[in-house]
């Protein structure tokens, strides 16, 4: 009984001391998105909701397809771009800039998304629509509506970046945990409008993410 006890209260001493720590990466995570976004001429609130549905802002989250980071970018499409996924940075700034390409590519915040989840060409298979996938439906609807309640209570970080008062540390690198990805020759500028899309990957991509709870 006394082993239990101790075994408990170790664990809650663990979870309170790391509890501050998570908070201050999740607003260092959110902060680097909004300000890509805001480059890039993204509405800051679809970026943070297709992080928050993707990984909920944990670059450490992998899916059984092999989609990595934040933003679950596939590294082939990151190295089209000339960026390493598993680099916190990179794979905030490859995820924005793919969904940019979709926009452009479909007009449509709707269809852009369903593309991000289920490849373009599923959207262009079905008559610009999104597919018939349930699991693309609901990426869709979730982050819709995640959108539409940003704009009744928008998330702090974006209105502290855009007056330039937000202090939050930022992000450190993140080791790769698998070999470095081969970058695009040195001195070649990739936009998002430049992008090669990859149409291999034609499922919807289901996420596998390990059971943590992150406070947002």
């Known amino acids: 009984m006394k082993k239990l006890l101790l075994l408990t209260f170790t664990l809650l001493c663990v979870l309170l001391v790391n509890a501050p720590a998570q908070a201050t990466d999740v607003n260092a995570v959110k902060e680097t998105i909004v300000k890509h976004a805001i480059a890039m001429g993204v509405d800051p609130a679809i970026a943070l909701s297709i992080a928050r549905t993707e ?3 944990r670059h450490e989250a992998r899916s059984s397809h092999g989609a990595v980071g934040v933003f679950q970018l596939m590294p ?21 800039m793919y ?3 979709m926009y452009n590519m479909f007009g449509s915040v709707e269809l852009a998304l369903a593309a991000y989840n ?8 079905y008559n610009n629509a999104v597919p018939p996938f349930a699991e ?4 869709v609807s979730k982050i819709m509506t995640d959108v539409n309640r940003q704009k009744s209570t928008p998330d702090p970080v974006v209105a502290k970046v855009k007056l330039g008062t ?8 993140v080791t790769p945990v698998k070999p470095e990805v081969k970058m695009a020759p040195a001195g070649q500028v990739v936009s998002a409008n430049d992008l090669q899309v990859e149409t291999v990957e034609e499922k919807p991509i289901e996420l596998k993410l390990e059971a943590l709870t992150v406070a947002i």
């Open 136 to 139: 693309t439906k609901r990426f």
């Open 76 to 96: 082939s499409t990151a190295r089209r771009m000339g960026l390493n996924p598993y680099l916190l940075n990179d794979n905030i700034k490859g995820g924005i």
């Open 118 to 125: 289920a490849g373009p060409g599923n959207v262009k298979k």
């Open 55 to 57: 990984s909920g802002f």
């Open 166 to 173: 937000y202090s939050a540390q930022a992000p450190k690198s």
């Open 99 to 101: 969904y940019k390409k």
